[in-house]
């Protein structure tokens, strides 16, 4: 009777042991471990979040950020020869993208909204901005009620199309709204004349401003009409993963390495062609980056969307 309890024990012990083990291992990082690669989903032209150099390279804030992450989730699993691998997304891809298992971490400029909660999950705050619009100095457009009847160019899947259209609808301006699939092709509307003004989170205005060819034929306008807090993506319920993404975002914070990374990103000169954003880190973010589990979670702020 000793012997079969004795067996029975271990047996058991060994199960859960197992069992254990099989959890320890689920999720994200077992498929990072089993793949010997992690994706990291980025933007082309979302700077300087995440866009692309003169060499294709996916670079910026974001991605730097995200390449710390991959660093931490090298050293967890003792895997020295990780890949990092880059897969390109648009405002509409993202979500089916990464619920859909082709990227582990988005990287972009996607703000952490209630709605998008409910299909994935979001690291602590790393920017806070907001819509205005963009439009060309020449184009009598002094604000937002001066866009009745005009044309206005947004891209699609994004909050700013959601809070734009939600004023366009509260103040009965009738609006002629046009699709764009990214924010360089928006731009390139208003660039071009086929609408009057581009609404995007203001520092995306600022650094498509700064690329264009000539940066003083336009102007960035209005009062925010939605907060719009920045976050990381990952896939939902994975509380082993979202645990590693979160203390190493933290631990930038509480290092003040995240300062390095934003000086370096938003008031120096950066690729491809040298210029210098000059946006100071704003008092939200700051109070963000010192109480990092306040989310400060967006739902298009002042505006039903």
């Known amino acids: 009777m000793k012997r079969i309890t004795s067996l029975f024990l271990a ?4 199960a859960a042991f197992s069992g254990a083990a099989v959890a320890q291992e689920s999720g994200t990082l077992k498929k990072i471990r089993d793949t010997g690669v992690i994706k990291i989903g980025h933007r082309d032209a979302s700077i300087p979040f995440s866009y692309l150099d003169e060499k294709q390279r996916p670079i910026g804030y974001g991605v730097d950020i995200c390449l710390k992450i991959a660093d931490a989730v090298q050293a967890q699993l003792k895997m020295p020869n990780l890949k990092v691998e880059f897969v390109p997304v648009t405002s509409q ?8 298992g082709n990227i582990d971490l988005e990287c972009g400029s996607t703000t952490n909204s209630i709605e998008r909660q409910k299909q994935v999950a979001f690291a602590p705050t790393y920017f806070m901005t907001g819509t205005k619009i963009i439009v060309k100095k020449n184009s009598g457009i002094k604000g937002y009620d001066d866009l009745k009847g005009k044309t206005v160019v947004i891209t699609q899947g994004t909050t700013n199309e959601r809070a734009m259209k939600a004023y366009n609808d509260e103040k009965k301006l009738g609006i002629n709204f046009i699709p764009a699939k990214d924010h360089a092709e928006s731009f390139l509307a208003v660039e071009t004349g086929r609408a009057v003004a581009f609404p995007m989170d203001d520092i995306l205005l600022f650094g498509l401003r700064a690329s264009a060819r000539n940066p003083d034929d336009y102007v960035i306008l209005g009062e925010f009409l939605s907060d719009d807090p920045y976050g990381i993506m990952m896939r939902r319920d994975d509380a082993e993963f979202k645990k590693l993404v979160d203390d190493t975002v933290i631990g930038l914070y509480k290092s ?4 390095k990374i934003y000086t370096k990103w938003f008031q120096s000169k950066i690729p491809p062609r040298g210029i210098n954003l000059n946006f100071p880190m704003s008092d939200a973010l700051k109070q963000a980056i010192k109480n990092p589990n306040d989310t ?6 002042k505006m039903k969307c």
């Not at 891809?93 to 859909?100: D, E, H, V």
């Not at 003040?256 to 300062?259: H, R, V």
């Not at 400060?296 to 702020?301: D, F, L, P, T, W």
Request: proline share 5%.
């Open 11 to 14: 047996l058991f012990a060994g």
């Open 93 to 100: 891809t993202r979500i089916p993208i990464l619920t859909g």
């Open 256 to 259: 003040g390495e995240i300062n």
């Open 296 to 301: 400060g979670v967006g739902a298009c702020g």
